[in-house]
């Protein structure tokens, strides 16, 4: 019998693929100088559907 632990891991490098593409396409990786703008692009990238939405994840 195969072993299908592979399926979620490769569901989970497609999440964070796509929250990368879309957080870059939304420019929260320009100027990563400070803590406050690389948090806001770590949860740009996993919270990726509520950018789509249209909310804004830079923290201020």
């Known amino acids: ?3 299908r632990t592979y399926i979620p891991s490769f569901l989970f490098v497609v999440y964070i693929v796509v929250g990368l593409i ?3 396409q ?3 990786f320009n100027n990563l100088g400070t803590v406050r703008r690389v948090v806001s692009a770590v949860f740009a ?3 990726w559907w509520l950018v789509l939405l249209g909310i804004n994840l830079q923290i201020k």
């Open 22 to 24: 879309i957080a870059q």
């Open 45 to 47: 990238v996993l919270l």
């Open 26 to 28: 939304h420019h929260y």
């Open 1 to 3: 019998m195969r072993n």
